[in-house]
């Protein structure tokens, strides 16, 4: 499939006039070919109103053929072939494995949401029958089924340049939801996200749908970021990125004549606790399997190890002298643009010239511009409480260590911080007293609590949970990983005294769709 530069609204495929960008070679910063196009507040105008055009039709189709629309999907991309991986590889930087690994998530999640489609749950239905002799007053009939909000305005991720972006969760919980989306792709990968935008558009015309199910803009935060979020015809956004940039499209979100949900992954430092028994008996395999994590990807991940808390000692120095080990032996890695790499840089720099910290480690050396050298340093609980700066996120393989007198003190730092994706327990049996002290802490604090493993990994299944209290996401009752996923671009509707032959099929009497419904508070199948 030839890289054209066009940007994709419904059926048609055209060059965008505003200001083109380019992607950059992420290995050597070059620019490379084409140019991608800018869309203007026109192309806005456009692809949102034929999202709306294109939504009571598309909410409304049967669920197995929204089910069989996001399988298409799934098969184009992968269709694609190497062309996706070898351009994702070239503009993210990423290894081949990491991004074919990448590229069967974003199949399984779309093929997850096909399965929750087929298995119903999602439509939530309830039946409260008809009680026309009750006293005082006579029940009506109450019917309650999840609809599609509308049209979401989807913003790519430049660190997951397919799970998290053009096709990737955000897209496919919104379209299994029966939204349209319109996507901003990310000026990190354009080539990338002309691939799989072009792989919907074709799902879409094989499917017989709408055309304004699928659109997919190039463009500046201001005129096509922004357009979208005003646009009143887009009824909710999906966003992973900083956290500057999700408070803004939060602000304009709110400040629409009718305000709209904006489910924003933005900010988590994702700590670590490391219980004293655990420590006492493995503390230098933590050491390198701390490490691993946060090495994993450059530390490019929203889930990286960014906070280690463990009690001051020796056991904590043999963590320390394993991790330097690991991390002596941890070569500079490409990142994901320039941006990043200088964000990057001057995280790590602001920690090195903090009096209050002091740097333990640091990985390989880097052999060209693009690349970041990954750091460890430590502090203690005393320091971290009086300076709030070191609870900022530094997006990289960089961490910091806080030497902690007793658990107490651990307690009290966790109540401290700011909402976070995940939080990991490192413990062994002769620290549950002290886990159980740690765990209601942490429920209130993050969306994702693990014990003995670490937060680099994300599982797409039904019980995931990635999301998080502010600043980790700006909906803390969501998650934009798993089949739950969906809930976020659904709302309730009830129908009173409705007809038979106007009801839904999900809540006509006989249930013909085979559905588990909650009838006079029962769960069933009648």
Not at 184 to 196: D, F, I, N, Q, R
Not at 341 to 361: D, F, I, P, S
Not at 459 to 483: F, I, L, Q
Request: aromatic share 6%; charged share 20%; glycine share 12%.
């Amino acid at each position: 499939m030839t890289i054209t530069g066009e940007m994709l609204l419904g059926a048609t495929a055209l060059r965008g006039t505003d200001k083109p960008i380019r992607a950059v070679e992420a290995a050597t910063g070059e620019p490379m070919e084409p140019a991608f196009g800018g869309g203007t507040a026109a192309d806005v105008e456009r692809a949102c109103a034929l999202a709306w055009a294109a939504f009571d039709t598309y909410r409304e189709t049967a669920p197995e053929a929204r089910a069989a629309f996001l399988e298409a999907c799934a098969q184009a991309i992968l269709d694609t072939g190497d062309e996706l991986i070898t351009r994702a590889m070239a503009e993210s930087g990423l290894p081949r494995g990491r991004l074919e690994g990448e590229r069967g998530r974003t199949v399984g999640q779309l093929r997850l949401f096909a399965s929750e489609l087929r298995d119903g749950g999602w439509t939530g239905a309830r039946i409260d029958p008809a009680l026309p002799d009750r006293k005082p007053l006579p029940r009506p009939d109450l019917r309650l089924r999840q609809i599609a909000l509308g049209p979401v305005a989807v913003f790519g991720a430049s660190n997951f340049p397919l799970a998290f972006s053009v096709g990737g969760g955000d897209t496919a919980s919104a379209l299994a939801a029966g939204c349209p989306v319109v996507v901003k792709a990310h000026s990190a990968h354009p080539g990338t996200s002309e691939l799989v935008g072009r792989a919907i558009q074709s799902a879409v015309r094989s499917c017989g749908l709408p055309e304004g199910v699928f659109s997919m803009l190039f463009g500046s935060g201001q005129v096509v970021g922004q357009g979208l979020v005003a646009d009143p015809r887009i009824k909710a956004v999906g966003f992973t990125g900083s956290r500057a940039g999700g408070t803004a499209l939060m602000k304009t979100a709110a400040g629409r004549p009718e305000p709209i949900p904006v489910y924003a992954e933005m900010s988590s430092i994702n700590p670590v606790f490391l219980l004293p028994k655990a420590m006492a008996s493995r503390a230098a395999a933590m050491g390198r399997g701390f490490v691993g994590s946060l090495t994993l990807g450059a530390g490019q991940f929203c889930t990286n190890p960014g906070l280690v808390m463990a009690l001051d000692g020796p056991d904590l120095d043999n963590f320390l002298a394993s991790a330097t080990e690991a991390l002596g032996g941890a070569p500079a890695q490409t990142m994901l643009t320039p941006g990043i790499l200088k964000a990057y840089q001057t995280g790590v720099a602001h920690l090195a010239g903090n009096n209050r910290v002091r740097k333990v480690a640091s990985g390989q050396l880097a052999t060209a511009g693009t690349q970041g050298e990954a750091a460890l340093f430590e502090t203690t609980a005393a320091h971290f409480m009086e300076d709030p700066a070191l609870a900022e996120e530094v997006f990289g393989a960089a961490s910091l260590v806080i030497r902690c007198p007793d658990v107490e003190t651990m307690l009290r730092l966790a109540e401290g911080l700011e909402g976070q994706l995940t939080a990991t327990i490192q413990m062994d049996e002769g620290d549950l007293e002290a886990a159980r002290l740690l765990l209601p802490v942490l429920e209130r604090r993050v969306g994702r609590i693990l014990v003995n493993g670490y937060p680099t990994g994300v599982e797409v299944s039904h019980a995931m949970v990635h999301g998080g209290p502010y600043p980790s996401t700006s909906d803390g009752r969501s998650t934009s990983v798993g089949s739950l996923a969906i809930a976020r671009f659904l709302r309730p509707v009830c129908y009173q005294d409705m007809p038979e032959a106007l009801l839904p099929a999900a809540l006509r009497d006989g249930n013909p769709m085979g559905l588990w419904r909650r009838i006079d508070g029962v769960l069933g199948k009648d």
